[in-house]
């Protein structure tokens, strides 16, 4: 069983729409999650972390933590072209490595 | 501040050969880590290098080593290469303290294809 859960996608959101990802972890002790984007033919980069409960935001991004189901999801609102890409969720088990998904390709039509 | 830095950037090798790739990390960061990227696994986390001891490592077999160096440089190893080893190779840098993952950078890697 994969330790980080994803949908590989395609996802297409049309433009200016709200791009929901989600993903799943196996680990309840996970305390860290994060998101990263990856552009095609480029190395990830991290957008957004989150360690407790609830919604946290940053700008267009909101990253969601449901421990006690055990999701974690990010929301695109006002999707833009830019943000077509592959995003990788990551989370941090007790034996503080950092675990990827396969990650969810997004493409957003404009 | 200049990034990550990875050499080579692109690396040919026929199977049973053995490959060193480097990483520089950014200034101030103490804390290296290795991934491996391919279509069907995802990344996965090879090790991770901290003031020159190995801190963490991945379930890759033997033949994936690392070092990392008194200016927190760090290098890996693949020895014995096989065709399931062709790749992209990341490497990522941070401090190294608590909760550093959320300040950690992605350098742009080292396709490494064997033949």
């Known amino acids: 069983q994969k330790e980080v859960e994803q949908n590989s996608g395609p996802l297409s959101v049309p433009e200016g729409a709200i791009a929901s990802l989600n993903c799943t972890y196996s680990?309840?002790?996970?305390?860290?999650f994060f998101w990263y984007r990856q552009y095609s033919g480029k190395s990830p980069e991290l957008i957004m972390f989150?360690?407790?409960?609830g919604d946290k935001e940053d700008g267009r991004f909101t990253a969601q933590l449901n421990k006690a189901s055990q999701y974690v999801s990010l929301l695109i609102r006002d999707s833009q072209p830019s943000d077509s890409a592959t995003y990788l969720c990551?989370?941090?088990?007790?034996?503080?490595?950092?675990?990827f998904g396969t990650g969810t390709r997004l493409t957003i039509i404009p | 501040k200049a990034g990550v830095t990875q050499t080579p950037r692109y690396l040919i090798k026929t199977r049973g050969q053995q490959v060193t790739l480097s990483c520089s990390p950014i200034?101030?960061?103490?804390?290296v880590s290795w991934y491996q990227q391919t279509p069907g696994q995802g990344l996965q986390f090879l090790f991770e290098?901290?003031?020159?001891?190995?801190?963490n490592k991945g379930n890759f077999p033997g033949r994936f080593s690392g070092r990392q160096f008194s200016n927190s440089r760090s290098e890996m190893n693949v020895s014995t290469l096989e065709l399931g080893d062709s790749a992209l190779y990341l490497c990522?840098?941070?401090?190294?303290?608590?909760?550093?993952?959320?300040?950690?950078?992605f350098g742009p890697g080292t396709r490494l294809t064997v033949l």
């Open positions: 990522a840098s941070s401090t190294g303290g608590q909760r550093s993952y959320n300040e950690q950078f």
């Open positions: 680990d309840r002790g996970s305390q860290s």
């Open positions: 989150i360690y407790s409960n």
């Open positions: 990551a989370a941090v088990f007790g034996n503080e490595k950092l675990t």
């Open positions: 200034s101030g960061h103490r804390s």
């Open positions: 290098y901290f003031s020159e001891t190995q801190r």
